[in-house]
Every structure is written in C-alpha cells, then in structure tokens.
C-alpha cells in the first residue's frame, strides 16, 4: 500500500510539473525512464520534477523530456497514464502537432526507433552464434552436423532479413503502412536482385537503370526508404477517391518506391552504411587502443547527454557488415560495470544508511542487469567524484581491450556482466581479454572512488 501511495504522489506532481495532461503529445516508458514529448517545453521545471520523491533524475534528450524512475518505472508510468487518461504507448492525439521535425537528433532518433523493437531478435540470433562457437569449442558440434546447419542458418536469418524486419520497424516508426514497408524490404533481398548482382546482370525499371547492390544485412536503405514513403503513401490517401483508395494507395505507392528505391535510395544507402562502418573501423585502426580507452572514457558523458544513441547504427551495421564490432559494446559494458562499481564503493564508505542501500541496490543492478541509470543519476552524477572515478576506470579497462584487439561478435543485449557472453569467439583469448579488462575496470574505479569520495550522503 506504502508504494502505490509514493507513486500515486509521483504520478500526481509529475503531471502538474510537465504542464498536464493537455501538455503531452506522447509519454512512453523504456526499462528505467518515463519519455515526454511535450507541446510546450517552457513549463517544465526540472529541478522542482528532481525533488519529487521516487524520482532519480530528470534530462533532456533533444526535445524529449526523461524523467528516470528506476525498474519500477511500469508502476509509476500506468499512474500517470490512468491520472492523464493516456493509453499505454499512445499519443492523447497524433494530430496535434503534424509537423515532422529534422536534423541530426531527428535522423538519429527514426534510426534508432526503427533498430530498437528488433534488438530481442538480434539477441537471440547474436546468442545462437555463441552457442556455435561453443559448441565447436568442446567438440559436440562440428560442420557436417544437421543440428549445426540449422543453427547456423537460424542465426544468419536474424540478419539476413534485417531489410524485411525493418520494413515493419521502420513502418511504425514514420507511421506508415507495415505491409509496404515489409514488401519494400523483402523486394531488397528477393532471389532475382541477388542472383542478377552475383551474376553482373544489368537490370532497369521504366528505363531507369538499377543500381547493382547487395542489400540482405543492411539497415540504411530500407529506413530511408520507408521514410520516403511515409510521404508517397500519405499523397494517395489524400487524392485517392473513398471507393478505390483500398487499390490506388498501395498499387501507387509501390509503383513510385520502386524507382525510387533500387535507383537511387537504396544505393545510397548502402554506400553510407558501408562506408560509415569502414570509416569507423579506419578510425578505430589508425588511434588503436587509445580510441577504444577515449570512448569508453567519455561513454558516460554520452548516456547523460543522449548522444549515445547515435552510436547504435555504426553497431548494427558492423556486426551486419564484418560479423564483429570492436569498440562501442567494449566501452558499453566496462562503463555500466564500473557505474556499477563506483556506485558499490559509496556503498562501502558511506555513513548514512539511505544512500548507503540506494548505492548498494543501484551498483547490483548496474552490474548483474546492465541498467545503469539508478547508479548514474541516482548516486555517481549527483556526488560527481565517483562518476570522475568510473571514467577513468572505463579509459583503463578499454585500453587494455584495445591493445589486445577484443571484438564482440554477438550482440548479447545486456550491457552488465553478462554481456561478456557477447565477446566468446573464434580464439579463447578473446573473453578471456575482456574479463581482465572488466576486471581491470571495477579494481580501478572502486580504489579511486574510495581515494576521492569522502562519504557525502544524499539521501
């Protein structure tokens, strides 16, 4: 009873400080975080939403008002939506404010929206190649087994068909048609356009001719394709007549990405994915492990800031692209383990009981879950010594991850301590790096808290 009445407190300041509920276009929630989208931004008080109890921290991210609550952030977010009249995950009204917004915190949001609904397919897809690899490893699995082959190609199938996956995502995401998106991506990767490009066959359309590229585990050219067509779909269903709009909408929208797709949006896509995971890894050979120890470094300034985000097209592409990723995962992990380990030191040397079982809870759940936004915000930004401590616990751990060249090779979804899972590979030196190297992180992080943190309670 004690917790609904916090949250139902919670939920009642939260709306009157965000303007109210005729305020908001959009609230949704992810693991530790209630997402606003606000019509006026003005309103907002964000240091009046900090001292309400049960919130940990607030920010902005672009224009989208996060207020962190923790894990228990369902319960807090259904109170809010039941005081607002809100349906779960739906805007009070999508016409509200019709206008689309651009830039690069745009870009990197419909990118981003589009890859996130697919991370529990690739996670299992990522995890299947462990289970391979392991499988090699201790001798029960080998090539010429049938349980091997449809292993394998039951986690190729997680990225082969990223194109089509996305068509759906991507469809959601810029509010138009599942279907067509979905149709557009399976038009990508279907047998002919393989087979023609393998082949060196010359195709054309309307006598336009078509670019030759291979598309199967890319993720640029259907997002911008399918945003493109939000915009085509939308022209048919406003001049399209009531009686045959079920036939003209999709028939001329299909008609129009084709072209647009295989002549031109689709090669420009794939020439930006390809190049800009080459540019990464070009950059990632030429400063060598210092540029893993940078990153990982400045990870957390980063999630603070939202700007991490940006991140999650190069990690994608790359895993797509050469089956590994070499800096981004390395420097997610060893950052939310050392918030982790950080947050566990104020723990050890703090007086005061509150913030001593906040930090404790906070740095196990950083470590085990991945979910660092209670040890972040809640306790390291606010006493700011530790965070200092958790960054250069992160520039030690990466450096040495860098110097002996650690690649992920699943995307193993949780960034705590098993997301190590996600480094096993072909060479058993691989993990084995990447344990030294956390552990290399956590020492350093918890003796520097401990040197600089001088037991400052905050709650």
Known sequence: MAKRERYEELATKV???????????????????????????????????????????????NDQLQ??????????????????????????????????????????DGISGSLMPLIPALIGAGMLKVIIILGEMAGFLTKDMPTYNVLAFAADAGFYFLPIFLGATAANKFKTNMGLGMLLGAILIHPTIVAN?????????????????TYASTIFPIIMAVFAMSYVEKFFQKISPDSVKAIVVPLGTILIMLPLTLCL???????LGTYLAKAIMWLYNTTGFFGVALLAAVYPVLVITGMHGALVPYMFQSFASFGYEPIVCVAGVLSNI??????????????????????????ITAVVGGVTEPAMFGINMRLKKPLYAAMIGNFCGA????????????????????????????????VIYMGISVLIGFVVTFIITLFIYKGEDIY
Not at 69 to 80: H, M
Not at 340 to 359: D, H, P, R, Y
Not at 411 to 430: E, H, L, Q, W, Y
């Open 399 to 430: 450096a040495f991850a860098g110097l002996m060249k650690v690649y992920t090779y699943a995307f193993a979804g949780s960034a705590g301590i098993f997301g190590v899972a996600g480094f096993i590979g072909p060479t058993k030196m691989n």
């Open 265 to 271: 949006i689709g090669p420009a896509g794939a020439f």
């Open 67 to 108: 207020i962190i609550i923790g894990q228990s952030v369902g319960d807090a977010y259904k109170l809010v939506c039941l005081k607002a009249g809100i349906s779960a995950e739906k805007a009070i009204d999508e016409n509200l404010d019709t206008k689309k917004k651009f830039g690069f915190g745009a870009v990197i």
């Open 338 to 363: 050392n918030q982790g380990a950080a947050a566990a030191a104020v723990a050890v040397k703090c007086k005061n009981k509150s913030t001593k079982s906040t930090a404790a809870s906070s740095a």
């Open 15 to 61: 709306l009157e400080l965000v303007g109210g509920k005729d305020n908001i276009s959009h609230l949704g929630h992810c693991m530790t975080r209630l997402r606003f989208s606000l019509k006026d931004t003005s309103v907002v008080d964000l240091n009046e939403i900090q001292k309400i109890n049960g919130v940990i921290g607030a920010q902005w991210s």
């Open 197 to 213: 490009v393998a082949g060196g066959v010359g195709m054309s359309i309307f006598g336009i001719p078509v670019y030759g590229a």
